[in-house]
């Protein structure tokens, strides 16, 4: 079993849809968790951690779900521009180690 | 300028070659890394080094070696590329502080031939 999963999509939304990722981990004792965004052949960037108590910044959500080990993205009103693959990254203490999924691929279409 | 740079950014070889990638940062990250990325399998991370004199092997490390020359620059290199070594590299840095926010650079695409 990978130590962090994602469905890899492609989710295919129009613009001003709501749409939700989820992200499962295997270890129990990680710590730190993070969305990233990558662009099609571009770096990786940070989207935004993911807090125990659930954090949003403008139109994304992030919550996390210790009990069951997952982290969900939510993005509302989808915009064009928020096509990309979107990145899981799982942490354990002092952030030695730092676990990707493969990504889940998002779509939005006019 | 970018913070993290990758040299070069594309590069074509051939079996049995010797290859160096470059990173250099203006971050003043500790801790610096070197990922692959295949279609399907993501980002694995290949080597690690948290100080100039702390060099670690990732999980897939194998058929690679690095160098931290500086705190600013951490090379990777294939003494002897092979073709599944065709990939996207991505140099990354952190802080390893605050948070565990990574930085990459922009990437280099190695194919092998």
């Known amino acids: 079993r990978k130590e962090v999963e994602q469905d890899p999509g492609p989710f295919n939304v129009p613009e001003g849809a709501t749409v939700a990722f989820n992200c499962t981990y295997s270890?129990?004792?990680?710590?730190?968790f993070f969305w990233y965004r990558q662009d099609c052949r571009k770096e990786p960037k940070l989207l935004m951690s993911?807090?125990?108590s659930g954090n949003e910044d403008g139109r994304f959500t992030a919550q996390l779900n210790r009990a069951s080990q997952y982290i969900s993205l939510l993005i509302r009103d989808s915009k064009l521009s928020d096509s990309a693959t979107y990145l899981c990254?799982?942490?354990?203490?002092?952030?030695?180690?730092?676990?990707f999924g493969t990504g889940t691929r998002l779509l939005v279409s006019p | 300028d970018a913070d993290v740079t990758q040299t070069p950014r594309n590069r074509i070889t051939k079996t049995g070659k010797r290859i160096m990638l470059e990173c250099s940062q203006t971050?003043?990250?500790?801790?610096m890394y070197w990922y692959r990325q295949d279609p399907g399998l993501g980002l694995r991370l290949i080597y690690y080094?948290?100080?100039?004199?702390?060099?670690n092997k990732g999980e897939i490390s194998d058929g690679y070696s690095v160098s931290r020359q500086a705190q600013a620059k951490f090379s990777l290199s294939l003494e002897s590329a092979i073709p599944n070594q065709t990939a996207l590299y991505f140099c990354?840095?952190?802080?390893?502080?605050?948070?565990?926010?990574?930085?990459f650079g922009e990437g280099s695409r190695l194919t092998v031939l």
């Open positions: 971050k003043g990250h500790d801790r």
């Open positions: 990354a840095t952190s802080d390893g502080r605050a948070t565990g926010e990574l930085f």
């Open positions: 993911v807090y125990s």
């Open positions: 270890n129990s004792a990680s710590q730190s």
């Open positions: 990254v799982v942490t354990n203490t002092g952030f030695q180690k730092l676990v």
């Open positions: 080094s948290f100080d100039v004199k702390d060099i």
